[in-house]
T-cell receptor
């Protein structure tokens, strides 16, 4: 049962354009969402996060949008750069007492930014 | 800034052997997580520790065990290794739960 889903395995965009990576979740207990970037044979690198009390969080070229009613979040990268080419993982954790903060990951989306 | 340190980075073992992976969390982080990522898969949660006590358990085989020591480093022990255990093992740490989790570079385990 995949609680966090990234339905697009890959995405290709032109340098300078916007990259939009999508993520859906099923568990309504999730209240904290993160995006990680990963290169082959390296650990996931934290990019940006959002708490369920917000619907938008921005950090430089990266913006994450959260639509709680639709259980959907997206990561926007503007402008996209060739160095952004990597696998992007969406992850979620559940809050509340007794929750340990463990992350549930999506399957990942491979982003290719073409020069 | 100091990150999560994992060792060894690469490990080759034969079937039925034992392997131990080590993880040193970011200084002052008290929570450690272990994840397993097989080829073409997303990272799967194995086990976590908070203040040296196991805090959560995921899809960790009974052949595996882990602990967190007084200096907060953690070790993942894997026995009776199987070919299917070949994967990238990530350790991650955070300051308490509900905060951002930072990952190490991973340890590649190959079982032959």
């Amino acid at each position: 049962d995949q609680q966090v889903k990234q339905n697009s395995p890959s995405l290709s965009v032109q340098e300078g354009r916007i990259s939009i990576l999508n993520c859906d979740y099923t568990n309504s207990m999730f209240d904290y969402f993160l995006w990680y970037k990963k290169y082959p044979a390296e650990g996931p690198t934290f990019l940006i996060s959002i708490s369920s009390i917000k619907d938008k969080n921005e950090d430089g070229r990266f913006t994450v949008f959260l639509n709680k009613s639709a259980k959907h979040l997206s990561l926007h990268i503007v402008p996209s750069q060739p160095g952004d080419s990597a696998v992007y993982f969406c992850a979620a954790s559940a809050g509340g007492s007794g929750n340990t903060g463990k992350l549930i990951f999506g399957q990942g989306t491979t982003l290719q930014v073409k020069p | 800034a100091a990150g999560v340190i994992q060792s060894p980075r690469h490990l080759i073992k034969e079937k039925r052997e034992t392997a131990t992976l080590k993880c040193y969390p970011i200084p002052r982080h008290d929570t450690v997580y272990w994840y397993q990522q097989g080829p073409g898969q997303d990272p799967q949660f194995l086990i976590s520790f908070y203040e040296k006590m196991q805090s959560d358990k995921g899809s960790i085989p009974d052949r595996f065990s882990a602990q967190q020591f007084s200096d907060y480093h953690s070790e993942l022990n894997m026995s009776s290794l199987e070919l299917g255990d070949s994967a990238l093992y990530f350790c991650a740490s955070s300051l308490g739960s509900g905060n951002t989790i930072y990952f190490g570079e991973g340890s590649w385990l190959t079982v032959v």
